[in-house]
Each structure stands twice: as structure tokens, then as C-alpha cells.
């Protein structure tokens, strides 16, 4: 019997049912093909929890782990569930929640402090490899932080030394993770009525670490027991990230290596090229990848590269690190987060660089069985396989650490295997948008602000603006949601905003091209990408650039014409497959900013249905914003429009798109 189970294969993945990229199809078979395991069918032969998915387990303390699954029929009269302690399954599930929080929070802002300790030491030219480039950005940042930009001497108002402006910033900047009095500089840079309701709620964070560690605590056995109380901790924290973090790491990148602005590019594996040496960078900081640019470019590393029989040596990225070189430098994505595993089973990846977040331990077993190098980066990010090798990046040596790394991919070249299969499939895309690039496409006359946008929400064309952003999860179809959603806003002429996984899910769609605008879009958002020459889908970053969407809708405001607060615009957010922590920062510090923000695939609050109508609509009384869920994801977007049309109507602006969408006879009968 024991050994019928055992002869018994397991479960694999339907390739067409786990993913809708073909490249993505192509490559799971082949991964099963040659027997390698892959994200796909782990998640055919182990199925999720059915009560963690629930967010009621908890396992605070070594009395549980207590578990409180919601009855089938749904609570019938009180709801008596309670853990050894007493705690209510509301109190269990906000406590877990806020710990996600907490650790998406502390992703996001940790990788904002390594960015602003390499600030710090190019700004006491500490390092030859990075240096302030970005001139116009330091000085803009400078005044958000209020550091002076000029001097007075002899009565008269100079121009400040630059070096001396980016220290003091460097030094302000890093403040922020640990000061011990006041509150986050940036969150003055939100609407005013904004910072008012965050007031009045009691929520400006004081530093960033202390709002983290705050919620570690608070949700320790026996410590915060009122869900209310545990969520307006999460705001805190999550604030902590998205105003102060994410944007610090976003600013500070942008001085270091350049604010983005829009270039064209490709996307999906078929990028990779089997003549060329390839390196895939993965993760989230760019620090060390744009060192890795830079030395890849170096014409004697490209004669050495041909020495070992290679044409040249193509980079390519997954998850954020991909979206942080794209948005500079034009590198292309191999793809997604749940592509990974699948770069390396193409043979033809010589090294795959890893620094944080969002990397499967299971690489290094997929590496196993090819040439691929794996090598991590980063003193906090290792992992135990011995096949990996570990090469610690220093930015006092960046550029030797980066040479080594590429000539390590470069030798290996010659240990291909025959092997190789690398899917043809990619697209063409237009990314690399940023608060200050809208500014200039889509801004006035004088190219000062974001009036022509405003303009086209006001007369209609533009229904509205939403944020798409967020991760793959194998627990929902590969890029499915991610496309529907995004296809089904811009359909309804909503103009979206994308980061993350969605980027790049929309990328190898072909969707970040204005030529798309003529297929997918309704004719008031085409009008206006075909006649300013954007796609109807622009691309923002990274994770921690949904900071920039921040900014961008507190320009849309300042503008005006659409209300007082980020929460009066007609404007929405979404995740349609979410998995990490940092998602749930995100979301939360969209929700305290005041969006409307749809989760879809499953949010770990289903077990508690107060504490998730808290989430839901309570909120919403605070600062404008709720949470929801919705895994359909034509029903998720609509959802969106539904919310889109509500802000224009309070607005008072519904009627302008009525006219705006009926044909030009209909429009002179009524004037007439
Ligand atoms: Fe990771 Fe940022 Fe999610 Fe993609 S989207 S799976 S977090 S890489 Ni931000
Ligand atoms: Fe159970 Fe309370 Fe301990 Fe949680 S803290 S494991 S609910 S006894």
C-alpha cells in the first residue's frame, strides 16, 4: 500500500489553465518535460490552508495555535468563537493583518534606508560608482524636506553649494527611520484636507521604524485587543511606508540614478537571446543592478564576452529590480514573479542576481540542473542551498563587485548545455512615466501642471484614473485578472496607472504602446493617447514607486477642478493578484490616503466579517478610502467604474461625460 502512494506521480500543472502568456505555457511544459518541479505544480499538490486562508489562526503565543474557522451557515446570533486567551476571531485577524502590515511596511521602508545610506556615502563621495545625478530632482527633494537651496551672503541669496544640500538631504532622509521626536516630513506634502484627517484620526507617524515596531508589539499576546484601535496602528505603519519608505527610496533612486522618463523597451522571456551571455537581475533594489548596467556596457567586459564565443550580453529582469532598470535604462523584463523559475529552465541563463524580496528558495533548484549561476547579493537575503553562491555587494566597492559578478556570468557561457529553449514570444512597450514625465505629456499649455489631465477628466474623455498594481499569485491564472482588469478600465475610458508585477503583466501584453489605445480603449481615453501620444496604460515603477501614484494624484488635485482631497477624485485602486505583505501596506496606506482599493484573489479577513466590515466601509468615514474584495475581475473593475462614477457625480461633472460620449448630431439637436 505504502509503496503504491509512493509509485503514484504527482499532480502536475495544466499549463493553459496555470498561466494565459503563451511564453508562460510553453515553459511550464517544457519544464515537465524535463521533470523539474516549478511554482505551478506545488500549487496543484498543496492546496492552501482552508482556515489560515480565513486570517483566524493564531499562533501568538504557545498556548494556540488557536483556530476560530467562521461555521459554515455564517454567524447565527453571537458570535462566541474565542481563542485560549479570549481573544475574538476580530482580534485575531486584525492582529494578523496588521503583522502583514508590519512586514510589508518594513520591506519596502529597509530597502528605502539601504537606498539612503548609498546616498549618503555618494554624497560624502565616499564611492566612485554612484553619484548625485539627478541635479533638478535633489533640489525639489531638498525643498520637500525643507532643506535650503540657497545662502545668503552679504545680504544677497545664493545659489547652496550641491554637495552640501545632498548631505544635509542624506542625513534628514535617513532621520526619518528613527527620530525621536515630530512626525514624517513628507506627509505635508499630501492634500492638506488629508493631513487634517490624519490628524484628527491621531495617525501621522512619528519614524518609521517606530511605527513597525509598535505593531510587532501591540499584537503580542495580550496587548491591543480592539480591532479599531489594532487598524489605526496599521495605518500608521502602512502611512510610515508609502508617504515616508517607498517615496524616500523612490526620491533618493531618482537623484542616484535619474528620474525616470519614457523610452522604449520589450518584455517576456523571449528576450533572452541564445547567442548572447544572459543575466537575469531579480528583486527589488537597484542599487547593485545599476552597476551591473553599467559594467555589462563596458566595451573591453563586451570583448571578453566574445573571447568566450558570445555575441554580447543581454540583461534582462524579473519582479521590481527588472522594473527599477527598465524605467532608467530600458532593460527589458523576462517577466513576472511567477516567471523565475522559468528563466533559468530556458537554458540559457548564465547568471541569475538576486538581491530582496520575492524570490522562490526554489530557484536554486531549478539552478541545479542547468549551468545557471545563482547568486544573491544581499547580507540579509541568503539562502541554504549549496549550490548557490553568495557574493556580498558593498557600495564602496559596487563596481568590482559587479565586474566580478558579470564576468562570472560571462565564463560560464561556455557551460551551456544543449538544452536551450528559449520562447520567442515578447512585445514592445513604452515605459519609464513618473509624476514628473505626466507632467510634461499630459500637463498645460506652459507644461507646468497637470491641467491638460484634469481637463479631459472634467470634459469626460477621461472617466477616471486607477492604479493597477501588484504581484502574481499561483493560486489564481497567471496574468488572467491582471489583464481583464486593466483591459475592461481602459474599455470604459479610465486612464491607468501601473507598478509592479501589473507592469510588466501589461507589458508582455502589449498594452504599455499608444498603438493599443486604438484597440482596447473606449473613444474618449483614445482621443486623448492618440493625440498626445501616450498609452492608455503608463507605466510608474516599481513597488515602492506606487509612492509616485501618491504624488501623482495629490498633482491632479493641486490642479484643480476635482475637489479638495485624493479621496474626492474619480479614482480607484487595485491588486488583482496579489500575494505579498507589501501588498497589504499598500493597499492600507491607499485606503487611510482615501482610494477605493479592490483586492482581488482572497483577503485574509474573510473569517472575521466585522472586523472586515471595518475595513470595508468604516474607514471610508475616516479618510475617504475602504478597502474590498473581488476575484472576478470584470466584476472587480466595474466595482472601480461604479466608484469612478459616484466621485464624478459628487463632482458634478457626470453629465459633461454624457455629452462628451454622444455623437455630434445628438449633441446639435440638443443645443438646438
Ligand atoms: Fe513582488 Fe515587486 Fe508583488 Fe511583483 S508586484 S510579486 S511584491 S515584485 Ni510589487
Ligand atoms: Fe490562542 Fe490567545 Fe495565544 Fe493567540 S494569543 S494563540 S488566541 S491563546
Not at 501589461?506 to 482596447?520: D, I, K, Q, R
Not at 510608474?540 to 479638495?564: F, H, M, Q, Y
Amino acid at each position: 500500500m505504502a509503496d503504491e502512494i509512493k509509485a503514484k506521480a504527482p499532480k502536475l500543472a495544466d499549463p493553459v489553465g496555470a498561466s494565459i502568456d503563451t511564453a508562460t505555457q510553453i515553459m511550464i511544459k517544457r519544464a515537465q518535460e524535463l521533470g523539474i518541479e516549478t511554482v505551478f505544480d506545488r500549487a496543484e499538490q498543496m492546496k492552501p490552508c482552508a482556515i489560515g486562508i480565513q486570517g483566524i489562526c493564531c499562533k501568538n503565543c504557545a498556548m494556540g495555535p488557536c483556530r476560530l474557522p467562521l461555521p459554515k451557515g455564517g454567524i447565527q446570533g453571537e458570535d462566541t468563537r474565542k481563542g485560549l486567551c479570549g481573544a475574538t476571531a476580530n482580534t485575531i485577524s486584525a492582529r494578523n493583518f496588521a503583522r502583514m502590515v508590519a512586514a510589508g511596511a518594513a520591506a519596502h521602508s529597509d530597502h528605502g534606508r539601504c537606498v539612503a545610506e548609498v546616498f549618503m556615502s555618494a554624497a560624502r563621495k565616499e564611492s566612485d560608482a554612484y553619484k548625485i545625478k539627478d541635479i533638478p530632482k535633489l533640489l525639489a527633494v531638498a525643498k520637500a524636506l525643507d532643506v535650503d537651496t540657497t545662502v545668503e551672503v552679504d545680504g544677497k541669496s545664493q545659489d547652496r553649494d550641491v554637495d552640501e544640500i545632498a548631505l544635509e538631504v542624506g542625513k534628514i532622509a535617513l532621520n526619518e527611520w528613527g527620530k525621536a521626536e515630530g512626525e514624517l516630513v513628507y506627509l505635508k506634502r499630501a492634500p492638506q484636507p488629508l493631513y487634517e484627517k490624519w490628524t484628527k484620526a491621531g495617525v501621522k507617524p512619528r519614524n518609521i521604524d517606530r511605527e513597525i515596531v509598535e505593531i510587532m508589539h501591540r499584537t503580542h499576546m495580550g496587548v491591543d485587543q480592539d480591532y479599531k484601535n489594532i487598524v489605526k496602528q496599521c495605518t500608521r505603519a502602512s502611512l510610515a511606508d508609502g508617504w515616508g519608505g517607498s517615496m524616500l527610496a523612490t526620491d533618493l533612486q531618482d537623484i542616484l540614478f535619474g528620474t525616470p522618463y519614457p523610452l522604449q523597451s520589450e518584455a517576456n522571456l523571449g528576450i533572452m537571446k541564445a547567442d548572447h551571455v544572459n543575466i537575469i537581475v531579480h528583486g527589488h533594489e537597484p542599487v547593485l543592478s545599476e552597476m551591473i548596467v553599467a559594467v555589462s556596457q563596458k566595451p573591453e567586459i563586451l570583448e571578453y564576452a566574445k573571447t568566450k564565443g558570445a555575441k554580447g550580453i543581454q540583461l534582462g529582469g524579473i519582479c521590481c529590480t527588472a522594473n527599477e532598470i527598465l524605467q532608467r535604462h530600458g532593460v527589458p523584463p523576462a517577466g513576472t514573479f511567477l516567471q523565475q523559475e522559468l528563466a533559468i529552465i530556458t537554458g540559457a541563463c548564465d547568471a541569475m542576481v538576486v538581491d530582496i524580496q520575492c524570490i522562490m528558495q526554489n530557484l536554486a533548484n531549478v539552478a541545479k540542473c542547468f549551468h545557471t549561476k545563482l547568486i544573491t547579493t544581499h547580507p540579509i537575503a541568503k539562502m541554504e542551498q549549496e549550490n548557490v553562491i553568495h557574493i556580498e555587494f558593498d557600495e564602496h566597492h559596487a563596481l568590482e563587485d559587479a565586474e566580478r559578478i558579470v564576468k562570472m556570468a560571462v565564463d560560464n557561457f561556455q557551460n551551456r548545455g544543449t538544452e536551450v529553449m528559449i520562447p520567442q514570444q515578447k512585445a514592445t512597450q513604452i515605459a519609464g512615466f513618473g509624476v514628473e514625465s505626466i507632467q510634461y505629456h499630459l500637463g498645460g499649455t506652459f507644461r507646468g501642471t497637470y491641467y491638460t489631465l484634469n481637463d479631459n477628466i472634467i470634459n469626460g474623455r477621461i472617466r477616471g484614473v486607477a492604479g493597477v498594481v501588484g504581484c502574481n499569485n499561483a493560486r489564481t491564472r497567471h496574468n488572467e485578472a491582471h489583464l481583464a482588469v486593466v483591459k475592461e478600465l481602459i474599455k470604459n475610458d479610465v486612464l491607468v496607472l501601473t507598478t509592479g508585477c501589473n507592469g510588466i503583466a501589461c507589458a508582455m501584453e502589449g498594452l504599455l504602446t499608444p498603438e493599443s489605445a486604438g484597440v482596447y480603449c473606449g473613444p474618449g481615453l483614445k482621443e486623448v493617447c492618440e493625440t498626445v501620444g501616450i498609452p492608455p496604460v503608463l507605466h510608474l515603477g516599481s513597488c515602492v514607486d506606487n509612492s509616485r501614484i501618491l504624488l501623482a494624484a495629490t498633482e491632479v488635485v493641486k490642479a484643480g477642478g476635482l475637489g479638495k482631497d485624493i479621496s474626492d477624485l474619480p479614482a480607484a485602486g487595485s491588486a488583482p493578484e496579489w500575494m505579498s505583505e507589501k501588498a497589504i501596506s499598500i493597499g492600507h496606506y491607499f485606503v487611510s490616503s482615501g482610494v477605493y482599493t479592490v483586492f482581488g484573489v482572497t483577503l485574509p479577513t474573510s473569517g472575521a466579517p466585522v472586523f472586515h466590515n471595518y475595513l470595508s466601509n468604516e474607514m471610508e468615514m475616516l479618510y475617504g478610502g475602504k478597502w474590498d474584495i473581488e476575484p472576478d475581475p470584470i466584476k472587480h473593475a466595474q466595482l472601480m467604474i461604479a466608484h469612478i462614477d459616484k466621485k464624478r457625480k459628487e463632482l458634478g461633472i457626470d453629465k459633461a461625460r454624457e455629452r462628451q460620449l454622444m455623437s455630434m448630431e445628438d449633441r446639435q439637436k440638443l443645443e438646438a
